[in-house]
């Protein structure tokens, strides 16, 4: 099992740029998620899923989009970049069930011009 | 709202010195706690969650409700322990929702 995969890993965007991070998993996990990693800020959550079909906002959605179409991918769009979203986006995967654990990706570091 | 507070950003010990990484957090509800741990080029990890009461890699960490804290601690810290660790919070039941501290970069001199 490759687990949770992310791309790209390293993505540079001028301002206004539109682009999509994916996520994919094959454990066939119902809940995935997306998390921003910022420098002292710790993760915080942008959007979640728990299940094809089902997304909802996280704690910090604005400027995000995302859709669940099948179990194995999330991906999540950025409509027009802005400098501000320049972080580290994890992707998460997981069983439902708040105490379960969650599986990470690699990660990908945005830098947003 | 919830939130979990780590205070420490870095922490820096001995090798054989005892490690205790404090967490407390805000929640109305009933809490799934958990730590996770990110090694230098590593994926965030899982290192143990309340619910199962189990010692990993020597670390444990015991939920107090009555302080709101669930610090991480291990007796004798090893060089191999050098990594960011993320206490974090199940926010809500039945979804796997976390809200996670700002995290504490742990070194261990040897």
């Known amino acids: 099992n490759a687990g949770v995969t992310q791309t790209p890993k390293f993505q540079v965007l001028k301002t206004g740029q539109s682009m999509t991070l994916q996520c994919a998993q094959d454990m066939n996990h119902e809940y995935m998620s997306w998390y921003r990693q910022d420098p002292g800020m710790g993760l915080r959550l942008i959007h979640y899923s728990v299940g094809a079909g089902i997304t909802d906002q996280g704690e910090v959605p604005n400027g995000y989009n995302v859709s669940r179409s099948t179990t194995e991918d999330f991906p999540l769009r950025l409509l027009s970049a802005a400098p501000s979203q320049t972080s580290v986006y994890f992707c998460?995967?997981?069983?439902?069930?708040?105490?379960?654990?969650?599986?990470f990706g690699p990660g990908t570091r945005l830098t947003v011009l | 709202a919830q939130r979990v507070t780590q205070p420490e950003k870095l922490l820096s010990v001995f090798k054989g010195a005892p490690v205790e990484l404090k967490c407390n957090y805000s929640?109305?509800?009933?809490?799934?706690l958990f730590w996770y741990v990110q090694y230098s080029r590593q994926r965030l990890q899982l290192l143990l969650r309340h619910i199962s009461r189990e010692s990993i890699k020597g670390f444990t960490a015991d939920l107090n409700k009555g302080e709101t804290s669930f610090h991480l601690k291990k007796p004798f810290a090893q060089e191999e322990d050098s990594a960011m660790y993320y206490c974090a919070l199940a926010y809500y039941y039945g979804n796997n929702r976390l809200a996670f501290g700002k995290g504490n970069q742990v070194v261990v001199i040897p």
């Open positions: 929640y109305s509800g009933s809490p799934e």
């Open positions: 998460a995967s997981g069983l439902s069930g708040s105490y379960n654990e969650q599986f």
